[in-house]
């Protein structure tokens, strides 16, 4: 069993910053992939950033040159840097990945519970 915990969120002027992190702990041989996602009052849950064990990242348009996403492997840790941030980012952030438990386990996906980021303007 994996458990995906995020912290960094809270209430911030436009045009400031928030760090989130994600700490994967429990079963845990390697992180395949992780991603970032938000979900705002009546609207459906979006891709924010993903990254691979590799290092290959994605972005939505829409936080393209303000959001870079980034990991501590040795730490099994996830991190979202969220730079001049507007309105319409305010959301409850949601992280994800891909875990294998061992070198012979199936790759299986988590969900972490989410932490709120406003924006006020």
């Known amino acids: 069993q994996v458990q995906l915990v995020e912290s960094g969120g809270g209430l911030v002027q436009a045009g400031g910053s928030l760090r989130l992190s994600c700490a994967a702990s429990?079963?845990?041989?390697?992180?395949?992939?992780m991603g970032w996602y938000r979900q705002a009052p009546g609207k459906q849950r979006e891709l924010v950033a993903a990254?691979?064990?590799?290092?290959?990242?994605d972005y939505a348009d829409s936080v393209k040159g303000r959001f870079t996403i980034s990991a501590d492997n040795a730490k099994n840790t996830g991190y979202l840097q969220m730079n001049n941030l507007k309105p319409e980012d305010t959301a409850v952030y949601y992280c994800?990945?891909?875990?294998?438990?061992?070198?012979?386990?199936?790759?299986?996906?988590?969900w972490g519970q989410g932490t709120q980021v406003t924006v006020s303007s």
């Open positions: 994800n990945a891909g875990v294998y438990a061992s070198a012979w386990h199936e790759l299986k996906t988590y």
């Open positions: 429990g079963s845990i041989f390697r992180i395949n992939a």
């Open positions: 990254i691979t064990s590799g290092g290959s990242t």
